[in-house]
């Protein structure tokens, strides 16, 4: 089946340590995202990524990396500076961009929690 | 910039009672208006899309119409179930930077109740 896969589903980290969360798609979509989820905030955008070697930052960059070395994955490290990492991490892919008849596919998300 | 208001949740209705969940906006130019929706533990799930306006998105029994006057698009139900209960997001797709990206808003969560 044809979807967008997140891992691990739960992530504990020890404050001072990087962490990577892993996103693969098969749809064959050129855009992924990276969204951080937080009680009564909604959805802020950290990176994402129109075209496989290349990313932005998002609204909330600072304390996070990306890369896109191929077209089905995008993984995201969250760095020791990032002050407040404890969060739900959801990551989505579209066609191209989000706009006119395309939608964004998300996966089931990562629960990471700072220990 | 771009933005996205829903209603303060959370709202607690009893089965087959009406819904109505508040979302406007503010954006430049003419953007596409979503409804997702996500059940506890999960990933976001696209509802309904509405693309340009007066076009009225639909699924599931639920209804949203794409207002450019009132910058609105109103989520509705005539009847839930306690399968509805979720967290419901109002979004748009917004040019930033010469490309298009979602903005959401804050969510909605619903509590069906039997």
């Known amino acids: 089946d044809g979807g967008i896969t997140q891992s691990p589903k739960y992530l504990f980290r020890k404050e001072g340590q990087n962490v990577t969360l892993s996103c693969e798609q098969n749809l064959n979509h050129d855009a992924m995202y990276w969204y951080r989820q937080d009680p009564g905030q909604g959805l802020r955008l950290i990176y994402y990524s129109q075209i496989v070697n290349d990313f932005q930052k998002g609204d909330i960059a600072e304390g996070y990396s990306v890369s896109r070395e191929k077209k089905e994955s995008f993984p995201l490290t969250v760095t020791s500076a990032q002050k407040n990492p404890t969060a739900f991490y959801l990551c989505a892919s579209s066609i191209f961009g989000v706009g006119v008849n395309t939608e964004a596919f998300f996966g089931q998300g990562t629960r990471l929690t700072v220990v | ?114």
Request: aromatic share 12%; charged share 20%.
């Open chain 2, 1 to 114: 910039g771009d933005s996205v208001t829903q209603m303060e949740g959370p709202v607690t209705l009893s089965e087959e009672a009406f819904l109505t969940i508040n979302c406007t906006y503010t954006a430049t130019g003419y953007p596409s208006l979503f409804w997702y929706v996500q059940y506890p533990g999960e990933g976001l799930q696209l509802l309904l899309k509405a693309t340009k306006a007066d076009d009225k998105g639909s699924n599931k029994g639920f209804e949203a119409t794409y207002r450019k006057e009132t910058t609105s698009f109103h989520l509705e139900k005539g009847s839930v179930q306690v399968s509805d209960s979720a967290v419901y997001f109002c979004a748009l797709s917004a040019k930033r930077g010469g490309s298009e990206k979602l903005v959401f808003g804050k969510g909605t969560k619903l509590t069906v109740n039997p």
